[in-house]
């Protein structure tokens, strides 16, 4: 029982936010650099990750539950810039929102190596998008679909 607690106490909100952040570069380095391993199809591509990133998930909101965080507020996001502005002031939710965006953005980055290995895409040219996707999401995502687009030899939107 002393145990819990003491692991409960090193878990702070800057420690859960230092690990969260250190947790994903593994998955991220075997990703871009050996997306045809067999590390890679059987942990970084795998459920493993996401299942890593949400039970940390769960653990925050677990803490912020603890820590009387108002959870209704948060659907507050929804009526203006203003209300996400203040939302993102509660360390928790700024935790719990960046902690959700890593998680999909790796989810994305492992969608993006499978796919490409059906399309025969060169791996070289598939770094640039991976790493995009890592720090700035969306962009790495459409880089990869122009990508595609060559490779696929279609224009297909909803593929």
């Known amino acids: ?5 003491q692991i409960y106490n090193y878990f702070t909100i800057e420690m859960l936010y ?4 250190l947790g994903v570069l593994p998955f991220w380095v075997i990703i871009i650099f ?6 890679c199809k059987y942990v970084a591509t795998s459920i493993f990750p996401i299942f890593l990133l949400s039970s940390g998930y ?13 959870f209704y507020n948060n659907f507050s996001l929804y009526l203006g810039l203003s209300n996400i ?6 360390e928790y939710y700024l935790l719990i929102f960046w902690t959700h965006f890593v998680a ?9 190596v499978k796919d490409a290995q059906r ?10 998008p991976l790493i995009f996707t890592y720090l700035v999401g969306p962009i790495g995502i459409f880089l990869y679909w122009i990508i595609r687009i060559f490779y696929s030899k279609s224009l297909n939107l909803y593929e």
């Open 34 to 39: 050996f997306p045809q391993s067999q590390l």
């Open 104 to 112: 999909i953005n790796l989810f994305v980055g492992g969608w993006m």
């Open 58 to 70: 769960i653990f925050i909101l677990y803490k912020a539950y603890l820590g009387s965080f108002d």
């Open 85 to 90: 502005s203040e939302l993102f002031r509660e």
């Open 1 to 5: 029982l002393r145990m819990i607690e």
């Open 119 to 128: 399309l025969f895409v060169n791996k070289i040219l598939l770094a640039f």
């Open 18 to 21: 230092f690990w969260v952040n």
